[in-house]
C-alpha cells in the first residue's frame, strides 16, 4: 500500500518513518521543503503537494499545525480533494477543532472519500518515535478496521465512535494538560517560595491526590535532567490548544473558566517567555514572577 | 526522649476536621474541645504528647500562640504536634512560642490523600522520639520536610494541585460529554493519556477520594500563603473560587473553613 503523510513537524517525520515498513511505502509532503528533505529515504519519497499524495496513495496521514492547516491539505487549491480521483481514506492526527473534523469529513465523504480523526493523546514525540503513542480514532468503523494495521505501526489505538469523538478526546486531554502544567508550575512555585525542597515536592506529590501525569513526566525530568522534555511544543501551541477547549464549550454550552483562564496563562507565558519556548517552563515563568522579575495574570498579588 | 511503652496521646481541638481529626480522635486516650478549659486540662493531665488540631487560623492562634491559651496551663516538658491547617508562618510562630515556655511544638499535617494514612512532618519530629511516635501511630508514612511550618506548606501544595486537578477534570469532562463522550469512556483514555491525573483516577474507583474538608482548607491556606510570600496566584484563586461557590450551593455541607472565607 501507498501511504502518504502531509506535515513532517517533530511528529511527522517519526511517523513517516513508522508507517513505512512491511512493504508499504510512503510518500510525504510539507509546506516546508526542507522537511521534505530531512525525511528522504530509501522508503520515504517526497511529493509535490498534497493533491500529489492523493493522486498517489490509498491512505493519507495528516499531522499539522491547525486547523487552517487542515482546511488547506484537504480543501486548499493544491489539497487532497484537488485531485478529482482520490476515493482513498484520510486520517487526520492533528490537535484540530471537532467542527472542522465534520466539515472536512463531510466534504471527503461528498466525494466518495473517507476520513478518520484520531489524536495521539500522549507520551509526545519519544512514544511516536517509539511507534508506541496511545491514539484515539474515531468516524466509519468501516474504514478504522480497514486501516487500523497499517495505523498500529504508530500505537495502540483506541476506537471511541462517530466522526469528531477522537478530537474532542484530544481536546479534553490537552485541556488537563495545559492547566496541570500551569498548576504545578505555581503551586511547586509557590512551595518553594515557603522554603520547600523542589525534588522533594515532586517526589511526595508522585502518587498523592496531586498527581499527574504531566507532574512525573515534565517537573520530575526538571529535577533529574534540568529539562523538562523532548520536542515539546512551545506556549503558542498550548494556547492555541487551549483555545479549542474554549472554543469547543462554547460551541456545547459549557461553562469552562479553566479553559479560558489557562488560554490567557499561555499566551502571557509567551509573551514573557517566548512563544516557541516549550509549554512547561511556565515554571520559570512563575518563579521569575514570584522574584519580581515581571508580572503575571493575578488576582491576589500587591503591588 | 523515648518512652518505655506507647505515648498517651491527648487530643484538644477546635472546630470540624472531617477525616483529619477522625483520624486523631482514634489515636487519642483523652480528648476535649479547645473551649472547654477544664477538660482540656484534664487531657493535658493525661497525655504523653499533645496533639492539637484547629479548624482555623483564628483558634490555632487562640489556643496555642496567645498569652491565655492552653500552653499557660500545660506541664513542664510538653511534646505537642499540630495537625492544623494553618499558615506556615503561624506554625513557625507556635513553635518559637513553645520553644521559649520550655515545651517542644512540632508542626504536622495529614496528607489530602489516601484517608489520612500520610503525615508531613516538620523535620523536629524526627529528633523527637516520642513525638515520631505518636505521628506513626496516627498515621503510617511519615514524610520528613524541613524547618518549622514546611509540613503546613507541603499540605497546601498538595491540596491547591488536588484541587485543581478535581475542577480541572469536572470541566474537561463536561465539555467532552456535551461533544457525546461519556465519562465512562472519556476517563480510561484521559488515564492513558498526558493528561491523566488524580481526580480522573478517583472517578474511576482507582483511587480513593481525597478529603474534602483538608482540600477546602488547604486551598483557603494556599490564597493566604500566595499573599504572604507575593507569590502569583491564578489556578489556586479560581480552584478556590469554584470551590467556594460549591459550598455555597450546598450550604448545608459545607466545610467551616471555606463558608467562613467565602463570606
Redesign the interface.
Known amino acids: 500500500m501507498k501511504i502518504g503523510v502531509i506535515g513532517l513537524g517533530s511528529m511527522g517525520k517519526p511517523i513517516a518513518r513508522n508507517l513505512a515498513v512491511e512493504g508499504d511505502t510512503v510518500l510525504a509532503y510539507d509546506i516546508d521543503a526542507r522537511a521534505v528533505d530531512a525525511v528522504a529515504s530509501e522508503s520515504v519519497a517526497g511529493a509535490a503537494s498534497a493533491a500529489d499524495i492523493a493522486e498517489r496513495c490509498e491512505l493519507v496521514v495528516l499531522m499539522v499545525w491547525d486547523d487552517a492547516a487542515l482546511r488547506e491539505a484537504v480543501l486548499g487549491a493544491r489539497g487532497i480533494l484537488a485531485c478529482r480521483s482520490f476515493r482513498g481514506c484520510v486520517v487526520d492526527l492533528s490537535t484540530t477543532s471537532v467542527a472542522v473534523a465534520r466539515e472536512v469529513g463531510e466534504a471527503l465523504a461528498v466525494r466518495g472519500a473517507t476520513f478518520l480523526d484520531a489524536a495521539v493523546i500522549g507520551g509526545g514525540v519519544p512514544a511516536i518515535k517509539a511507534g508506541k503513542s496511545p491514539i484515539v480514532v474515531s468516524g466509519p468503523r468501516a474504514a478504522f478496521d480497514r486501516y487500523a494495521p497499517a495505523l498500529q505501526r504508530l500505537g495502540t489505538l483506541d476506537f471511541v465512535g462517530a466522526q469528531g469523538a477522537a478530537k474532542a478526546v484530544k481536546i479534553a486531554n490537552n485541556l488537563l494538560v495545559g492547566v496541570m502544567t500551569a498548576a504545578n508550575a505555581e503551586a511547586l512555585s509557590l512551595g518553594v517560595e515557603a522554603g520547600l525542597d523542589l525534588a522533594t515536592m515532586v517526589e511526595v506529590l508522585r502518587g498523592s491526590a496531586a498527581g499527574s501525569t504531566v507532574l512525573q513526566s515534565y517537573m520530575g525530568r526538571y529535577v533529574r535532567e534540568g529539562r523538562y522534555g523532548e520536542g515539546l511544543i512551545g506556549h503558542a501551541l498550548m494556547a492555541k490548544d487551549v483555545s479549542l477547549a474554549c472554543e469547543l464549550a462554547r460551541d456545547v454550552a459549557v461553562e469552562a473558566p479553566f479553559a479560558e483562564i489557562t488560554r490567557q496563562a499561555y499566551v502571557a507565558f509567551g509573551r514573557a517567555l517566548g512563544e516557541e519556548k516549550p509549554f512547561p517552563t511556565a515554571f520559570d515563568h512563575y518563579r521569575r514572577a514570584a522574584e519580581g522579575r515581571f508580572e503575571l495574570l493575578d488576582s491576589t498579588r500587591r503591588s | 526522649m523515648a518512652l518505655s511503652r506507647p505515648p498517651r496521646i491527648g487530643l484538644v481541638h477546635a472546630g470540624e476536621g472531617g477525616e483529619a481529626l477522625d483520624a486523631l480522635r482514634a489515636v487519642s486516650v483523652a480528648t476535649a474541645p479547645a473551649g472547654d478549659a477544664s477538660a482540656a486540662a484534664a487531657v493535658l493531665a493525661s497525655c504523653d504528647v499533645l496533639v492539637t488540631w484547629c479548624a482555623s487560623e483564628s483558634d490555632a492562634d487562640a489556643l496555642l500562640a496567645r498569652r491565655e491559651g492552653l500552653l499557660w496551663r500545660a506541664p513542664p516538658g510538653l511534646t505537642l504536634i499540630d495537625f492544623s491547617p494553618i499558615t ?1 508562618r503561624l506554625m513557625k510562630a507556635i513553635a518559637q512560642r513553645c520553644a521559649t515556655e520550655g515545651y517542644r511544638a512540632h508542626g504536622a499535617a495529614l ?4 484517608g489520612a494514612s ?1 503525615a ?1 512532618v516538620d523535620e523536629s519530629v524526627m529528633q523527637d522520639a516520642s513525638a515520631l511516635e505518636a505521628v506513626q501511630a496516627i498515621a503510617p508514612d511519615v ?1 520528613q ?3 518549622a ?2 509540613s503546613k ?2 499540605s ?7 484541587s ?2 478535581r ?3 469536572d ?11 461519556d465519562a465512562s ?2 476517563i480510561p ?2 488515564l ?8 480522573l483516577g ?1 472517578q474511576a474507583g482507582r ?1 480513593p477520594a ?1 478529603d474534602s474538608n483538608a ?1 477546602q482548607a488547604g486551598l483557603a491556606l ?2 493566604e ?3 504572604e ?11 478556590f473560587a ?1 470551590s467556594c461557590r460549591r459550598s455555597s450551593a450546598t450550604e448545608a455541607s459545607a466545610p467551616a473553613r471555606g463558608r467562613e472565607l467565602a463570606a
Open positions: 506556615p496528607s489530602c490523600s489516601g500520610r508531613f514524610v520536610m524541613g524547618p511550618g514546611s506548606a507541603m497546601i501544595v498538595e491540596c491547591l494541585l488536588a485543581v486537578a475542577a480541572a477534570s470541566e474537561a469532562i463536561a465539555i467532552a460529554a456535551g461533544a457525546g463522550i469512556v472519556l483514555l484521559l492513558k493519556g498526558s493528561g491523566g491525573n488524580s481526580a478517583v483511587e481525597p482540600v494556599a490564597r500563603a500566595a499573599r510570600y507575593r507569590h502569583p496566584t491564578t489556578f489556586g484563586a479560581l480552584a469554584l
